[in-house]
Nanobody, 116 residues
Framework: QVQLVESGGGLVQAGGSLRLSCAAN????????MGWYRQAPGMQRELVAS???????NYADSVKGRFTISRDNAKKTVYLQMNSLKPDDTAVYYC??????????WGQGTQVTVSS
């Protein structure tokens, strides 16, 4: 029962850009605020951006001004546009609902590697 599928990661030099996509189950997408999370080696998973059903967005301080979260309701897909990437952005990126008590099964994530 696959509910979340992430894609779009890759290897990029510092200062470059990537666009991540998260295809979600329709019921999950419609009923929840969605978020992008990341987990770097040796670090705890953290929420970096979220977007409500009304398209209200929030960002972690570390990515404000560089990342943009958006959604396409027809495609039931959440995007994360990442610009001005830094080596500290290197992590596996995941999507899920933004409220921890409503988490569904995690997808495989997509690897983002930023070289210096």
């Amino acid at each position: 029962q696959v509910q979340l599928v992430e894609s779009g990661g890759g290897l990029v030099q510092a200062g470059g850009s990537l666009r991540l996509s998260c295809a979600a189950n329709a019921i999950i997408y419609n009923m929840n605020t969605m978020g992008w999370y990341r987990q770097a080696p040796g670090m705890q998973r953290e929420l970096v951006a979220s977007i409500t059903s009304g398209a209200i967005t929030n960002y972690a301080d570390s990515v404000k001004g560089r990342f943009t979260i958006s959604r396409d309701n027809a495609k039931k897909t959440v995007y994360l546009q990442m610009n001005s990437l830094k080596p500290d952005d290197t992590a596996v990126y995941y999507c899920n609902v933004a409220r921890e008590e409503f988490f569904v099964s995690w997808g495989q994530g997509t690897q983002v590697t930023v070289s210096s």
